[in-house]
């Protein structure tokens, strides 16, 4: 109760894509084209998020509450890398994503072993209280201040076709498009990947087969954590470090709801489609509903998705009539 | 004292007060409740006045989450809404108190059902999510209707008064909530002894059975929706006098967050739970600020950064309760009254 605002509105806000100028003195089609441009950048990082939620969601039947949470500490300890140790970026990247793999384990046999077989509120309630957990953690230990991160790319645009997008944009397009590709790969080639289908599938008849479901659990915490970081670094280089970017993490809900909760191609298509509606409603429609109209559009997509179709796109359909 | 008592009826078995042990101590409990404005500090009084509203909310939350089993994250918000339409009834219509706390119940109770109606097909995790975003939507409703919220600027609230009798005083406020509590216990407890509240009970142990021995499932999670939102209209309708301004900053999700502490630490599904699990986490950030200034003096920064200290306790206790103490305070309870039931032979 008497707290201090930590969730005071506006969600971390994130660029249009590319310089303002270049937005503002173009033709609508333009206008269009840059918006869409800014909506799948931002999608993609939504994706990667989302990916990591399905994972564990489709794996452990975990409702995880602490996505964005992963992917803010991710970005803070590779901040923390750079800048106390000085370890160049891309030593820091990749020991944030050895950290994260380990942290991923370590939440996984400490919190959510235990809870297995639990009532789903007890299961939604202890990520919930992780989340708390560990954007509190990172309060205490970094403030609450905002960060420039120190990523080495550079400001110059690049132009194509009259639209603009920095480097670091680019880079966070492609990587996200080379995840979702190598997670194709995985999981219809690999014997790992095999055994998270058949896990997702059916836990019991997976056990049955051989498959060490435990193992399959942490292995689905891992690949979470690490992606959530991937997206962590991304949306701090692209933007700012500061906690609130954790509520990106909010994102997800829209995004999984939309693709349907447990397919992975539907995290990517339904982040992808939150990123451009966004970035679109808060374009054409935040003269008439005010700022706040972009983070908001994406929860009432949720909304109504829920209300019509809330099973998703390609979610698989539990059928229920009660 | 409870040895070797048996129950010849259901009469018996239902009865709220089964000994007389238990009475005395309430009667006991009560006398104490009535002397204590009179000797506490002012400043134990404000928070022991918290407490009876965080006891309110966490009833209506547990009616909800506890004992219909439909899970929300969204208690904050009608909180919220409870907090400003009584301010706004009494601040630009100049209605009474008296009138303006009820209508603050309904109001939230009628945005309960608004709620209620597309979350009657969703279930368990989307119904988590739902009400999720009912949170943000409520927040930026708050913070973006300037008109009638001042947005993050906040309201004042006007000084209640009841039957000429204002209520200006921590003192008047805590028989106020002395009362209140009591009859929301009192209403809660019956509640589950009543048609309505086994049929709650039903559909949160397995819906399709009870749909199946004719309980009419959409009318009674209606009901449940909005007997919980109603509870947490007239927490914040409560909370916006105790603290006598309000403003966007105090009903984040964090709230909801200590709202869910409180039923889980408490005890799921039950109204005694509910009361200890309210009372601990009120007083929760009460012993990490003593904590915090014994420690201040070697690490100066835990002053500046209470709100994030007070946050990862609470993460900390609900997650040490969940996997360690399912039943919560009440379980507790109820294991130390039986070992001591048969002390020594508690075998």
């Known amino acids: ?322 | 004292m409870g040895c070797g008592r048996c129950k010849t009826s259901y009469r018996d078995d239902i009865k709220i007060f089964q000994t007389g042990f238990v009475k005395f101590w309430l009667t006991v409990l009560v006398a104490t409740l009535l002397v204590f404005p009179f000797v506490a500090s002012p400043y134990l009084l404000y928070t022991v006045n918290l407490c009876g509203i965080a006891i309110i909310g966490a009833l209506g939350l547990n009616i909800l989450s506890g004992y219909t089993g439909q899970i929300s994250l969204g208690h904050a918000a009608f909180i919220a809404i409870g907090a400003y339409t009584s301010t706004i009834l009494s601040l630009r219509l100049g209605i009474p108190f008296w009138a303006s706390l009820p209508l603050a119940g309904f109001v939230s109770a009628i945005s309960g059902l608004i709620i209620a109606i597309p979350c009657l097909r969703l279930r368990g995790l989307y119904l988590a999510i739902a009400t999720f975003a009912f949170h943000f939507i409520v927040e930026y409703i708050i913070v973006h209707w300037n008109g009638l919220t001042n947005g993050t600027g906040g309201l004042t609230v006007p000084e209640a008064s009841l039957f000429g009798l204002a209520i200006n005083s921590d003192r008047k406020i805590y028989f106020l909530l002395l009362f209140l509590v009591f009859c929301g216990a009192a209403f809660a407890k019956n509640l589950f002894r009543t048609e309505a509240g086994r049929a709650f009970i039903a559909i949160r142990d397995n819906d399709i059975s009870a749909e199946i021995i004719g309980i009419n499932i959409t009318k009674y999670k209606i009901r449940s929706f909005m007997l919980s939102s109603f509870y947490a209209g007239i927490a914040g309708g409560l909370y916006a006098v105790t603290l006598s301004f309000i403003g966007p900053e105090h009903f984040t999700f964090l709230m909801t967050i200590e709202y869910l502490a409180m039923v889980l630490v408490g005890g799921v599904g039950t109204i005694a739970g509910t009361v200890f699990g309210a009372v601990f986490m009120t007083l929760l950030p009460e012993g990490i600020r003593l904590l915090k200034d014994a420690f201040s003096h070697d690490y100066p920064f835990l002053v500046t950064r209470m709100a994030d200290l007070q946050a990862s306790c609470y993460g900390i206790v609900i997650i040490l309760f969940l996997i360690f103490e399912p039943t919560g305070l009440f379980g507790i309870w109820i294991r130390v009254r039986n070992y001591w039931k048969g002390w020594p032979y508690s075998y």
């Open chain 1, 1 to 322: 109760m008497r707290l201090q605002p930590l969730n005071r509105f506006p969600i971390h806000s994130l660029p249009l894509g590319g310089s303002q100028e270049a937005v503002m003195d173009s033709l609508s089609l333009k206008i269009f084209f840059q918006l869409t441009l800014g909506g799948v950048i931002v999608g993609s990082i939504y994706g990667l998020i989302a990916l990591g939620f399905v994972l564990i969601y489709k794996a452990s039947d975990v409702v995880n509450f602490a996505q964005g949470e992963l992917m803010m500490l991710g970005a803070y300890i590779c901040y923390y890398m750079i800048t106390t140790y000085h370890v160049p970026f891309v030593p820091a990247f990749l020991i944030t994503l050895l950290f994260s793999a380990v942290f991923g384990i370590l939440i996984e046999l400490l919190i959510l072993r235990p809870m297995l077989g639990k009532h789903v509120f007890s299961i939604i309630m202890v990520t919930v209280a992780l989340a708390t957990l560990l954007r509190s953690l990172v309060g205490l230990f970094w403030g609450h201040d905002t960060y420039r991160f120190p990523a080495p790319f550079s400001d110059k645009a690049i132009r194509f076709f009259g639209l603009s997008i920095l480097p670091v944009e680019l880079t966070t397009v492609l990587t996200a498009v080379g995840l979702f590709i190598l997670f194709y790969l995985f999981f219809k080639y690999s014997n790992l990947g095999l055994a998270m289908r058949a896990t997702a599938f059916d836990q019991k008849y997976a056990f049955l087969m051989g498959i060490s479901v435990k193992k399959i659990f942490s292995l689905s915490w891992i690949l979470a954590s690490v992606v959530a970081s991937i997206g962590g670094v991304f949306l701090a280089s692209i933007s700012s470090l500061q906690t609130t970017m954790s509520f990106i993490g909010l994102k997800v809900f829209p995004a999984v709801v939309l693709g349907g909760i447990d397919s992975v191609a539907g995290a990517i298509l339904g982040g992808l489609i939150v990123g451009l509606t966004e970035n679109l409603a808060g374009g054409y429609l935040s003269k008439f509903f005010g700022s706040g109209v972009k983070e908001l559009s994406a929860f009432f997509i949720l909304l109504i998705v829920l209300m019509i179709k809330p099973y998703g796109l390609f979610g698989k359909k539990e059928i229920l009539r009660v």
